[in-house]
T-cell receptor
């Protein structure tokens, strides 16, 4: 039972354009959502997060949107840069899971110069 | 400024061999985790330790055991390795009580191949 799903295994965009990565979840008990970024041969690193009491959180070029009714969140990167090329993981947690995170499958983003 | 340190970085095992993956963190975090990453499967939780002295199963615990040696160290043991355990293993730590904005800190991973 995949509670966090990223349906797009890969995404390719041109430098300077917007990248939109999507994530869906099924567990209505999730109340905190995070995005992690992973380069090859490195561990994932925290990128941005959002609480379920908000519908948007922005940090520089990165914005996360949360649609609770649709159980959907998205990560927008504007403008995209070649250094953004990485695997992006969506993750979620809730009161019943304590500090444990449930991750999606990941989306490989490639930003072409 | 080490964060989370995992050893070894690479390992090749024969089916049936045993080994222990080591993990240590220097951030005084309460909680520690072991994940495996497989293509198309994302990161799946094997075992976790919410605090020193406790361990619990995650999504995919079969074939593994763990030891929370002290607050800093959390090891993962494969008693009898199988080809299905070929994967990249990540250790992570978090403050535990406060999920906050920073979530986990991950190690750089151990790439394990079982032949």
């Amino acid at each position: 039972d995949q509670q966090v799903k990223q349906n797009s295994p890969s995404l390719s965009v041109q430098e300077g354009r917007i990248s939109i990565l999507n994530c869906d979840y099924t567990n209505s008990m999730f109340d905190y959502f995070l995005w992690y970024k992973k380069y090859p041969a490195e561990g994932p690193t925290f990128l941005i997060s959002i609480s379920s009491i908000k519908d948007k959180n922005e940090d520089g070029r990165f914005t996360v949107f949360l649609n609770k009714s649709a159980k959907h969140l998205s990560l927008h990167i504007v403008p995209s840069q070649p250094g953004d090329s990485a695997v992006y993981f969506c993750a979620a947690s809730g009161e019943t899971s304590g500090s444990r995170l449930t991750f999606g499958e990941g989306t490989q983003l490639t930003v072409n110069p | 400024n080490a964060g989370v340190t995992q050893t070894p970085k690479f390992q090749v095992l024969k089916t049936g061999q045993s080994m222990t993956l080591q993990c240590a963190q220097d951030m005084n975090h309460n909680s520690m985790y072991w994940y495996r990453q497989d293509p198309g499967m994302g990161l799946r939780l094997i075992y976790y330790s919410a605090s020193e002295g406790t361990t619990d199963k995650g999504e995919v615990p079969n074939g593994y055991n763990v030891s929370r040696l002290n607050k800093r160290e959390f090891s993962l043991r494969l008693e009898s390795a199988a080809p299905s355990q070929t994967s990249v293993y990540f250790c992570a730590s978090s403050p535990g009580v406060y999920r906050g904005n920073y979530g986990y800190t991950f190690g750089s991973g151990t790439r394990l191949t079982v032949v």
